[in-house]
């Protein structure tokens, strides 16, 4: 039997209506919104409603004597079972939620353009996203201390966020808890629900055996989220009582009863404008937004601050858009500069992907959600009646996160990009089925996959505007493995060998027949290398083009954001969004995200 391979073709993406917004503050459109929003004078205007935006939204309206207006392009359709069901994730990408972005030709993919995925709907990428749960590295956090000279981002003083914004508690469905996390390190009283995988798989006691087997290479970490992410470990996600977590679910719609707090959806935000000047300062308060590319445009000044938290594509589109960026860019484009601020756009990062199949001997894996129907039938009645059963699974159920060793011969030419000791190179993700993201015909049979990806990327891409037309999709250049040193091709290629060693241990032989497909015929290193060239993808973790570095240097490569996050060269508004990283952590990049957000929060009710 031949089905569509990738899961999203497998899996129905199902046909729900869309819930009837039942809140007097959230609007379903700008016209909706215009003749009320009009006359509110707003503390704060939020744009865009993702991780970051959520957590500012909740946590500004805390003070009821605060006026704040969210404003999200997407939808507010978070209840939809699709965004729900954790099992379905991959059919988010390509649908309705997605802003369906396409990088241009990638010079180090052998000219492919390949799809990028962001989330558009009431809570953005976190609506969408595969809810892996990662607080990144302590090195992660130190680095962005030192490179902003602000030690507020360090690990120590973040701590207190990666508690605050989480609630980490397991189903009792979790075989053997407490070995598989540090209760310690976590919090059960925070908003975003997070815990580990409750349906226990076949290869999960071959996965911990294989790690015992080779225990020198692959030690056993009881809690990636430690701040020391190495080795082989239980993988946490952002699902709780079986259903997906995410910004809109946990932050954005407990705030919907604060008669503070509105929310206009189906909104975008076209550009920000000068609302005065302060000395010589300009004053950029203003937004100006619209419901679709033929709509009527209204403005709106925020009393204290605009936050641009439209992510790591939205937020510097909007500052390209407003004359905030390089002024070679305005010019080129007949915009006028308002700042030259030669970072914004630049610094792009992301994590390359690579996936590999592996044939099993066995046919109890998760292959047969997608292949046997009544059993996914089943599955899918299971999840609708009581939320537990398959549908509540993630990718995988363990991963091993892996450093380079000190003596690996590209230290001799290129300095290690990574953040330090406590930050992996790589991650191998075990999955039990057989996942193929770029498509193809679905083999049958049954499968494990290894999927390896670069965590600590030299590449830097970028993003420039096709034109002032704000509904026009920038032109995004992630660089992916296009850097001159070649360490990025070099850790990834690294990565699938480990990936490989770890699979060969004794404890997986009465389960892998072998490797499957054109990556078997990829052994030696050059092999391998064009193997990857032609097929890797991306983790959709795009970081950085609206970098923080240190105070008021605003020369190329010193950032484009204070510390504070507040932009340079203009006074009112801040970027608070995955934009802002200085380096992309190794990790995914949620956490993160709704931690820098956390620390906002405070940084602007600090400013009364
Ligand atoms: C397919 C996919 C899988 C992922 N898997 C994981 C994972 O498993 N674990 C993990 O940790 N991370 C994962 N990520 C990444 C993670 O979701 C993001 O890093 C995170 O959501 C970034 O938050 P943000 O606030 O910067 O942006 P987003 O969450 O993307 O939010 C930005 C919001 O702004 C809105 N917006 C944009 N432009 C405008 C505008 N002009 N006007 C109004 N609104 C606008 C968007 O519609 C969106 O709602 C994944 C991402 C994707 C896309
Ligand atoms: C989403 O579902 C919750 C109940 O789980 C409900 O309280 C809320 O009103 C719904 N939100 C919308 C926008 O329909
Ligand atoms: C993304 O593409 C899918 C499939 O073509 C489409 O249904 C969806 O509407 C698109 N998303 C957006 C936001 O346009
Ligand atoms: C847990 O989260 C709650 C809510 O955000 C917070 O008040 C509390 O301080 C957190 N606990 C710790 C130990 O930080
Ligand atoms: C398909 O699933 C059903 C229900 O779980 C099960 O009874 C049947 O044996 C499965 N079929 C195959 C071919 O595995
Ligand atoms: C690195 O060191 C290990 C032992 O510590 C050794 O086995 C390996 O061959 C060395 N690799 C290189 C490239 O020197
Ligand atoms: C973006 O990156 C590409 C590829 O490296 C480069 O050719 C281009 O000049 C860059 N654009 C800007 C504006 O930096």
């Known amino acids: ?349 992301d994590h390359p992907l690579l996936t590999t199949n592996f044939q099993v001997s066995s046919s109890d894996t998760l292959d047969n959600l997608i292949t046997n129907t009544t059993f996914q039938t089943e599955q899918l009645a299971q999840w609708e009646a009581t939320q537990t059963g398959d549908f509540t699974l993630g990718a995988c159920n363990q991963w091993a996160w892996e450093r380079l060793p000190s003596n690996d011969t590209i230290f001799k030419s290129v300095s290690d990009p990574s953040s330090g000791p406590t930050a992996p190179h790589y991650q191998l993700i075990f999955s039990d089925l057989y996942i193929a993201f770029a498509g193809g015909s679905r083999p049958d049979g049954h499968f494990l996959t290894l999927i390896s990806n670069l965590y600590t990327p030299v590449s830097r891409g970028n993003i420039t505007l096709r034109s002032t037309n704000a509904f026009d999709y920038p032109i995004i250049n992630p660089g992916l493995l296009s850097d001159k040193g070649g360490f990025d091709i070099h850790a990834m290629t690294e990565a699938l060998k480990a990936g490989r060693r770890f699979l060969s241990a004794p404890a997986w032989k009465s389960w892998i027949v072998g490797e499957f497909g054109d990556s078997a015929s990829a052994q030696t290193d050059a092999e391998i290398e064009s193997f990857i060239r032609q097929n890797a993808l991306v983790v959709n973790h795009v970081s950085g083009t609206v970098g923080m570095g240190k105070a008021n240097t605003i020369a190329k490569g010193s950032g484009a954001l204070n510390p504070d996050l507040t932009v340079k060269g203009v006074i009112g508004l801040r970027v608070v969004d995955a934009s802002a990283f200085p380096f992309i952590p190794a990790a995914h990049t949620q956490v993160p995200t709704y931690a820098l957000a956390e620390r906002a929060a405070d940084l602007i009710k600090a400013c009364d």
């Open 1 to 349: 039997m031949i089905t569509p391979s990738f899961l999203q073709a497998a899996l129905l993406f199902l046909a729900v209506a869309a819930p009837q917004a039942a809140y007097a503050t959230l609007y379903q459109s700008a016209d909706a919104a215009a003749a009320k929003t009009s006359r509110t004078k707003y503390d704060y205007i939020i744009v865009g409603a993702g991780a970051a935006g959520g957590v500012l939204a909740n946590r500004l309206s805390e003070d009821s004597t605060k006026k704040v207006l969210l404003i999200e392009a997407g939808s507010s359709d978070y209840n939809n079972t699709n965004i729900r069901i954790p099992w379905l994730a991959p059919a988010l990408t390509g649908s309705t939620f997605d802003w369906n972005y396409t990088t241009t030709p990638q010079v180090g993919l052998n000219d492919r353009s390949i799809g990028y995925a962001r989330g558009k709907v009431l809570g953005g990428s976190t609506s969408i996203n595969y809810m892996i749960y990662t607080r990144a590295a302590e090195d992660d956090y130190n680095r962005w201390a030192s490179v902003t000279g602000d030690s507020g981002w360090n690990w120590n003083n973040m701590f207190k966020y990666f508690l605050k914004l989480e609630d980490f508690t397991n189903s009792p469905q979790v075989v053997s808890a407490s070995t598989k996390f540090v209760p310690s390190l976590h919090n059960t009283t925070g908003p975003l629900g997070a815990g580990l995988p409750e349906v226990t798989l076949a290869t999960d006691n071959i996965g911990l055996q294989a790690q015992q087997q080779l225990s020198a290479e692959f030690a056993y970490n009881q809690d990636v989220n430690s701040g020391n992410m190495i080795g082989f470990s239980w993988t946490p996600f952002s699902i709780q009582n079986g259903a997906r977590s995410d910004s809109a679910r946990d932050y954005i719609q407990p705030a919907l009863s604060r008669s503070n707090l509105d929310v206009i959806v189906n909104a975008q935000v076209t550009k920000v404008v000068q609302t005065t000047t302060s000395g010589k300062t300009p004053v950029v308060r203003t937004v100006q937004f619209q419901t679709g590319s033929g709509g009527k445009s209204y403005s709106l000044t925020a009393n204290r601050e605009v936050i641009l938290s439209a992510g790591a594509i939205g937020s510097p589109q909007i500052l390209l858009l407003s004359g905030i960026g390089p002024v070679a860019q305005s010019k080129s484009l007949g915009i006028k500069s308002l700042v030259d601020l030669p970072d914004v756009g630049q610094n792009l990062q």
